[in-house]
């Protein structure tokens, strides 16, 4: 279910960087970590979502993550932006 909501989103951030920096401004509704991700990355993440208020989604794989973002590699953490 979760890779399909990545799937059908209309706006994603993908990769650590680009997902912290949404986040830090309030610009996300969802966010999406691969469980196989390195976790010294991640869960900085999940503490700023924490934080923030914004609910985490835990998938089991970043190639799987990666492919329903449309990217070719794997992706450790996305986000689905708010709309509006």
Known sequence: MSYEKVE???ELTIGINQTMK??????VQEVFIAEDADK???NKIALLCKEKGV???Y???MRRLGKACGIDVGAAAAAIKKSG
Do not use: C, G, Y
């Open 8 to 10: 059908r989103a209309k």
């Open 22 to 27: 949404a986040i830090e401004s309030n610009l």
């Open 40 to 42: 010294r990355l991640t």
């Open 55 to 57: 609910p985490v989604i």
């Open 59 to 61: 998938v089991d794989s």
